[in-house]
């Protein structure tokens, strides 16, 4: 009876490891690369699943700023071990520096670490190469870069969502400005820079779990 007992245990606990088997589809920028010459370009990503069961995709974003492209798929279904390409149109390149954010929203998914692409485009010259290809954690993008103006736009993705916040210092390391954000895990806000003088400063975007950095220069 005891022997039998635990053969039904064992089975019971077989079957809900197959019913309940790890989600982990993640996302990468296939198009564009990150170098472009100005023209139209393919957007292109690819979803790969990494997981052990099958994995259908509630909702697959992606953004290009500052020019404002945006595209999304939904419901879109990844096999084991397979990978999924998803072509969502052309994008016009006029030349300076953009970047291209891709995200899934999958709240079953069990790993966000990989949920997440950024990357910078620019004919030459970019300075945040960091940001390239597939992002692990929190990413930051700052756009005017340099900044002639008054406004800074900034988009931040974080590994998860929740509060963190952006801290804006100059080279000497004395705090200009502190901004908290809290609630997507995606977002974008703009700050009124006017009082800043022309040089060089760091933006700091930290989650309480990672940190990333940016160089920003002021042109006045």
Partial sequence: MKNRTVMLALAVGMCASLAFGMLDVGVQIASPTGSESPGSIPVTLLLANTGDV??????VDVKISPSGF?????????????????SLGMWNYAGGIETCTAWITY???SNHTNDTAVVVV?????????ARGLCAATSMA????PLAGNVLHIEYSLNQ????????????GRVVITRGIA???QGEFSLDLRML???VYIVRLDDGRSTVTRKLVVER
């Fill in 54 to 59: 099958a994995a259908t995709v509630p909702r």
């Fill in 70 to 86: 945006e595209a999304f798929r939904e419901n879109v279904l990844v096999r084991i071990g397979g990978s999924v390409p998803l």
């Fill in 107 to 109: 709240p079953d998914d």
């Fill in 122 to 130: 620019g004919g030459g010259g970019v300075e945040d190469r960091s």
């Fill in 142 to 145: 700052l756009s005017p870069n």
């Fill in 161 to 172: 969502a929740g509060s963190a916040r952006v801290t804006l210092s100059d080279i000497m």
């Fill in 183 to 185: 609630g997507n895990r």
């Fill in 197 to 199: 003088r022309g040089g």
